[in-house]
């Protein structure tokens, strides 16, 4: 019976799923990449080299400000005038080195910022996901034309660069070091340290480009934030290097010192904020000065800007400049998809810059032959609609030596204008889009949402017919969606050369899934023309405001706030039917549990994370400030306390219907304790750690035994806690008694009442204590209050609905006739939508206030290093999805409950018929109610798609939308299929063989 009843959720599940995926096709595309190289034998597409060497120094993470010697105001002891070798340097050799803040292209992840770095090209907004799983870069870049060119590069560091660049360092002069290790401060740099300074000091090593890539500092910006006294330790321990790097330089090397982003202020990074685009270059040449002293840069040449909270202008730039830039001043030629620009100062070698004219005009021509080249691909058509503009400007270029200076300048400014509107358009470019391939997304969301609410309605109309109805439906919507794949295979062969993009695995998606959605609709609909309007008016407000608020950004950004009024209003019903309560009990039950509903809201809604568009009027408090990634002293003083005490308060819950027996006793007495107990403990002794308040010798203890903990917190759970509760999950008391007058026997069944939701309640206590262990102190608290919020829901719902029942009973004329005789209990009503709503809101609600926006930044990297002190594929990127999304898979999970707390389990088997399909209906209205937040989300984003903020707002949200959909209909298909499939099947059992009319409930 749970496999019909799943069927249904499977067919919404995969036509959501189908939607997804043609939509994202569609509206995050990847940058066409040309494959053609820069080749000029005869040199002419280059310069004669300025210097023999370089040496490249990527300190991770290295802000702007780090360097600079104009800090914001007021400035931080910890990461401001700590590493001032380059800022001495500069004001005392100002024609030899160059202090510049570079604007790194978003998103902020080392792998994408390598590739601008070596290629010049730009990324796109899905690039971000390859940051951990990078392949090889096959455009033309620095490196290629370095190995091009003979030359011989030495690297040492970050080894996402010999995972993109595989085949290209020399082998006895490569020495990489996991990239992904944030627990691990020291290794990488003290390894970089070991083999730069022999290969400096070596003559005869051979190198040409020496690399060395450092990650202590975005390491620690990552564990304890910038403003913190290991930031300091880090930089200063930089500075060293620095000096003993200039130390030993040669006279013809030149000293690239950059970091690859910045990070914000509480030391993340991946997004598009100031802080994170900031990223620091320093350029020093010991022996040839790099601007002759006489020189005069024309200001229109170099741009400029005052950095966040400073006061004082500074040299800005773009980090795709040095790409032509470092290829230039070696003798190579310009990576061919290059869209940076040369930066003057490294070609000023005499008054009238010659060199530097040479370069420009070199790197306007490079650019003009990709454009080209990208013009008569096929994606050249979306270049049309700025072609016009840029030929006129091309045309405007007058190669010829010049000598007078006005034409000189006129020259500079009309190369520079052509490479800069080029990069300007190619940015406008890639927010490309696939209009054909999202329509067809948007019409299965539109279409499976349809199908979704009409599906509901339907279940709720058939009732006890529903089981016949399934067995039918499942082999018509079988029949369909293979149907479906059919035509949309003969529609690939026949029409999709007229849908650009239109392949034959999106050909059969759409029409499967479209299929399946439409015989969805069309078996629905009959039962849908009778129902009563009062069925129509279950629809909540708050999902349609939910839903609006995509279509504004301001809305969408401060969605965290939104939401705790969505979820308080959303309550308000069952208040108003408290207050009309026809009975003292029912009056003090529903009032009262709907306050410590909205009190554990409320309580929950003060742990904040900001995202940039919030600020100034945001104040972090789930981390101990905006700069600090640890907890706050109250929530470290409380963790322990309230990890001991919510299975206690579950536990009194329990005890209401008398169903805190049986599994309820052993997890919730033994098991649960233990494992938030050991959960709150990792997070405890990591701030211990992260903070070494005990000295750097108790590092590595205090390292394996919270390690240790979470590992027994988690297969405490998995081995012991699932196998527990799957062979023995009832919460039953039973007893016998004798009667020998009567010569019978009497059964007793303490915890009758809810022999479904009580052990249903342990089930998803289990996942509780396994999402416990990865969340952080914050987090944890917040997941206690949601455990007694869903609680406080199910005991309003359960008096909502005898009150519901009540009047049902007094308004059918014969109450007596209804009522037990030996107890006032109303029928059971069926589930409205409106009871759900909390439920789903507050999955919502959730994210958010477990430390978590719609924004990169926000991902909680700590939580890769739970059960393993290094990276460990996939145990690592599963925690940090677990960290992320959990919390919409806990409350979904939670949403059977509605349909099995205080549901008698007689009479049999239409007791058990009845809780399995109030439990799909309850499913699939939570399934309904985010589907209609991805189908507002993907509108929105689609119909705003030339927003100047669509990726920075719109996109994010869309994207979690979508993964939320596919994570709360996974865990509605688990909790049916396992958590609700089991406990019927038990409760049948055990009720089948007892004579019901000899039991007696307790």
């Known amino acids: 019976m749970a496999t019909k009843g799943l069927s249904l959720l499977l067919a919404v599940f995969l036509v959501h ?26 040199g002419e597409c ?31 002891p910890y990461h401001h005038n700590v590493l001032v070798l380059p800022q001495e340097l500069t004001a005392s050799q100002p024609s030899r080195s160059f202090l510049f803040e570079m604007f790194s292209d978003p998103p902020t992840t080392t792998l994408q910022r390598l590739k601008g770095i070596t290629t010049g090209s730009l990324p796109t907004f899905i690039d971000m996901g390859s940051n951990f799983g990078g392949s090889s870069i096959t455009e033309d870049s620095f490196i290629g034309q370095l190995r091009a060119a003979g030359k011989k590069i030495a690297f040492m560091g970050d080894d996402t660069w010999t995972t993109v660049f595989p085949d290209s360092f020399e082998p006895n002069m490569t020495f990489p070091y996991d990239s992904f290790n944030v627990e691990d401060l020291h290794t990488v740099d003290e390894g970089v340290i070991e083999h730069l300074f022999p290969l400096l000091e070596d003559k005869a090593a051979g190198w040409d480009v020496l690399i060395g890539h450092f990650l202590g500092v975005d390491h620690v910006g990552h564990r304890v934030g910038p403003d913190h006294p290991t930031m300091k330790a880090k930089l200063t321990q930089m500075d060293d290097v620095l000096r003993r790097v ?69 040299r800005h730039i773009q980090q795709i400049d040095l790409a032509p830039t470092l290829s230039l001043a070696l003798g190579l030629p310009i ?120 599906l509901y309605f339907k279940l709720r109309a058939l009732e006890a017919g529903w089981q016949e109805w399934t067995l039918a439906a499942r082999r018509w919507y079988l029949s369909s969606a293979v149907g479906g794949a059919f035509l949309g295979f003969v529609a690939y062969m026949t029409v999709s050369r007229y849908v650009k993009g239109l392949d034959l695995v999106e050909s059969l998606l759409f029409g499967g899934a479209g299929m399946l959605s439409l015989v969805i609709i069309a078996s629905s609909l009959p039962q849908f023309s009778g129902l009563r309007p009062s069925s129509l008016t279950s629809i909540p407000l708050p999902l349609i405001l939910h839903a609006a608020a995509f279509a504004s950004n301001s809305f969408t950004v401060w969605e965290d706030r939104v939401v705790t009024y969505l979820l308080i209003t959303s309550i308000v019903p069952n208040i108003l039917v408290g207050f009309t309560a ?28 900001c995202r940039e568009e919030q600020q100034p009027f945001c104040h972090v408090t789930f981390f101990a400030s905006s700069s600090l990634p640890s907890p706050p002293m109250p929530i470290l003083a409380l963790s322990i306390p309230i990890a001991l005490a919510l299975p206690w308060i579950m536990r009194r819950f329990l005890r209401i219907s008398r169903s805190d027996r049986g599994t309820a006793t052993l997890v919730l007495v033994g098991l649960l304790p233990a494992v938030l107990f050991l959960g709150s403990a990792f997070w405890v002794l990591e701030h211990w750690d992260s903070s070494e308040q005990f000295g750097p010798e108790w590092v590595g203890v205090l390292r394996s035994t919270r390690t240790w903990y979470a590992r027994l917190a988690v297969g405490l759970v998995l081995f012991f806690g699932y ?28 915890g009758f009442a809810n022999a479904f939701g009580a052990p249903y309640l342990v089930f998803w206590s289990l996942f509780l204590g396994l999402l416990y262990a990865a969340t952080q102190l914050t987090g944890q608290v917040v997941l206690a209050l949601v455990a007694v919020a869903i609680m406080a829901h199910l005991e309003v719902v359960d008096s909502v609905r005898d009150v519901r029942g009540l009047e049902a009973v007094f308004a059918s004329g014969n109450p007596s006739a209804v009522l037990q005789a030996d107890e006032l209990r109303a029928p059971v009503m069926p589930l409205c939508f409106s009871e759900i709503t909390p439920l789903a809101i507050l999955a919502v609600h959730v994210f958010f206030t477990t430390g978590h926006q719609a924004v990169i930044p926000s991902i909680q990297w700590k939580t890769a290093f739970v059960l393993t002190p290094t990276l460990a594929y996939p145990i690592s990127p599963l925690l940090v999805i677990l960290n992320t999304f959990g919390p919409h898979f806990l409350v979904a999970l939670a949403v059977p409950l509605l349909a099995l707390w205080n549901v008698p389990p007689l009479p049999q088997p239409q007791a058990d018929v009845k809780a399995r399909v109030d439990a799909i209906r309850a499913g699939l209205s939570v399934m309904l109610y985010h589907g209609t937040l991805l189908l507002s989300s993907a509108v929105c984003a689609a119909w705003l798609r030339r927003h100047l903020m669509v990726w920075k707002i719109f996109a994010p949200r869309f994207m979690l939308a979508a993964v939320t959909v596919v994570v709360v209909d996974v865990a509605v298909l688990f909790g049916v299929g396992v958590g609700v499939g089991r406990v019927s099947e038990r409760v049948s059992r055990l009720f089948a063989a007892m004579n019901p009319d000899k039991a007696k409930s307790s």
């Not at 130390?247 to 997004?271: A, E, F, P, S, V």
């Not at 799957?726 to 016998?736: D, F, R």
Request: hydrophobic content about 45%; glycine content about 6%.
């Open 582 to 609: 026809p009975t003292a009990r029912l009056r003090q039950r529903i009032l009262g549990f709907s306050t410590l509903f909205a009190v554990c809201v409320r309580l929950m809604a003060m742990s904040t994370v």
């Open 723 to 750: 196998a527990l509760w799957w062979l023995v999950p009832l919460c039953l008391e039973i007893s016998t008694e004798s009667k020998q007058d009567e010569g019978k026997r009497e059964v007793t069944v303490i």
């Open 46 to 76: 280059t310069l004669v080299p300025s210097h023999k060497r370089a040496v490249v120094l990527v300190i991770d993470a290295l802000r702007f400000d780090f360097l600079s010697p104009h800090p914001p105001e007021p400035p931080s």
């Open 17 to 42: 799923l189908a939607g997804i995926y043609l939509y994202t096709r569609g509206f995050l595309l990847t940058r066409l990449s040309l494959p053609d190289i820069t080749t000029c034998p005869d």
């Open 335 to 454: 990576p061919f998809n290059n869209l940076g620009t040369v930066i003057p100062e490294l070609f000023w070698h005499d008054k009238a810059g010659r060199d530097y004219t040479r370069a420009l005009s070199l790197n306007a021509v490079q650019v003009k032959r990709y454009l080209d080249t990208y013009h008569d691909s096929a994606s050249g058509a979306e270049l049309d609609k700025a072609w016009g503009e840029l030929e006129r400007i091309w045309a405007s270029i007058d190669f010829e030596f010049r000598t007078h200076a006005a034409d000189v300048e006129a020259q500079w400014l009309a190369m520079k204008m052509y490479t800069r509107d080029a990069l300007a358009v190619c940015r406008m470019l890639w927010a490309q889009f696939n209009l054909g391939l999202m329509v067809l997304g948007l019409t299965l969301l539109v279409t499976g949402t349809v199908a979704a609410a009409l």
């Open 246 to 314: 200039v130390d030993k330089l040669d006279d013809d090397t030149l000293l690239i010192l950059m970091g690859d982003h910045g990070m914000d202020r509480k030391g993340d990074h991946g997004g598009d904020g100031d802080l994170e685009t900031s990223a620091a270059l320093w350029v020093y040449s010991k022996g040839p000065q790099l601007v002759h002293p006489g020189a005069s840069i024309p200001s229109f040449l170099l741009m400029t800007r005052v950095f966040p909270g400073a006061t004082v202008e500074h």
